[in-house]
């Protein structure tokens, strides 16, 4: 019985451990760009061309939907598009990004 408290013990303390070793920090963002890249490209493209995710470029129906579809999309998600974790000001700072590139 000793024996069984102490594997379960261990089990979790190593997860414990490998989970807090991998955990990054959380850093925020300071450019649309950097946003972008870092939390949007892997799904929308790079170029905002559309990946798994729709295209986001000037011919997206997006394009002219006004910032509050854009926050409450990012925020909240859509669709299969999960909301993300940013600050408010990263939202604004990725937004503005996406409508420099039109």
Known sequence: MKKNNFNKFALITICLLVSACSAEPSQELSTGKEVYEARCSACHGSNLE???????DAKSPSASM????????ITKGKGSMPAQRL???EVELVIEYIKSEY
Do not use: C, E, F, M
């Open 87 to 89: 600050t408010d000001k």
């Open 66 to 73: 006004p910032d509050s579809y854009w926050i409450q999309t």
């Open 50 to 56: 559309g990946r798994v995710g729709p295209a986001l």
